[in-house]
């Protein structure tokens, strides 16, 4: 079978026993990293060299099928360079290869930044969706940053250094100043630090510069109190006494959170 294994996050001390011993008896290993992996075995005393099969981004594609065929016959470890394959991290591929080949997959549990940031954000864990990297390009970090402002569930991102200042930036204009985040740094290391506040003073506090693994937590949209069809009506209604279609939509979407855009084409679509 396949066997995805969770790896520390930063902390050597949270790897399990099981990562261990599977570590220990493995005798193929598909590694984001080979170089990685080698001095994950040297950092936990394990003597066991296994096979190393180099998966990553670049060609996990090509790689996926050998690699289902070997788990024909023997257990597969398969390791990204911290937390859970598949997460952010090479694996997704192999795994649907994998359950289309009927060869079995199972996993380790063990450390995962998303959740562990979750955790110690202080913001709701009771519903949240996980949005991966953030996107590079400003434009593009903005639309779907847009496409969001509505999300009533708390959201988690991940993001370079060098780019959380502008990201958190952005986050604000889509999300609202007062929008509450946190920034999770260097999370279960020596020097984890954990910022909270609103989008705003966070973004303040990321322009003199942060280092380290990063991830940063979005408290979800508060909950609206006009349900979608009646702020479509109020928008008719404003339309009817004189107001432009789009002023209407935008003044509607201010009074109810909901998207002056969608307010606008559904308005339009009832108007014919």
Not at 9 to 19: E, Q, V
Not at 224 to 239: K, M, N, S, W, Y
Request: glycine share 10%; with cysteine; charged share 25%.
């Amino acid at each position: 079978m396949i066997i995805l294994a969770a790896t520390p996050i930063g902390n050597l001390g949270d790897a399990s026993r099981r990562l261990v011993e599977a570590l220990e008896e493995a005798t193929i290993v598909a590694a984001e990293d080979t170089r990685t992996t080698q001095r994950l075995l040297a950092a936990l005393g394990i003597a066991n060299r296994p096979r190393l099969i180099a998966l990553h981004d670049h060609n996990e594609k090509e790689r996926a099928p050998e690699i289902v065929e070997l788990a024909r016959e023997q257990d597969v470890l398969v390791l990204s360079d911290a937390g859970m394959p598949t997460v952010s991290d090479p694996g997704y591929g192999l795994v649907a290869a994998a359950a289309a080949a009927g060869v079995d997959v199972t996993a380790i549990p063990g450390p995962s930044a998303v959740v562990t940031a979750l955790a110690v954000s202080g913001l709701p864990t009771d519903r949240f969706t996980f949005e991966g990297f953030v996107a590079r390009k400003a434009g593009e970090r903005g639309a779907a940053f847009r496409a969001l402002s509505t999300e009533p569930r708390t959201m988690v991102f991940f993001e370079a250094p060098s780019r959380v200042a502008a990201t958190l930036a952005d986050m604000a204009a889509a999300f609202g100043d007062d929008r509450r985040g946190a920034v999770c740094r260097e999370l279960t290391k020596l020097h984890e630090e954990v910022a909270r506040g609103t989008l705003a003073e966070l973004a303040s506090w990321a322009e003199g510069g942060v280092r380290g693994e990063l991830v940063i937590v979005v408290e979800g949209a508060p909950a609206r109190g006009v349900a979608f069809p009646d702020a479509v009506t109020q928008v008719l209604e404003l339309v009817r006494g004189g107001t432009r279609l789009k002023e209407a939509a935008a003044e509607v979407s201010g009074l109810t959170g909901h998207s002056s855009r969608e307010l606008y084409q559904a308005a339009l679509s009832v108007r014919g």
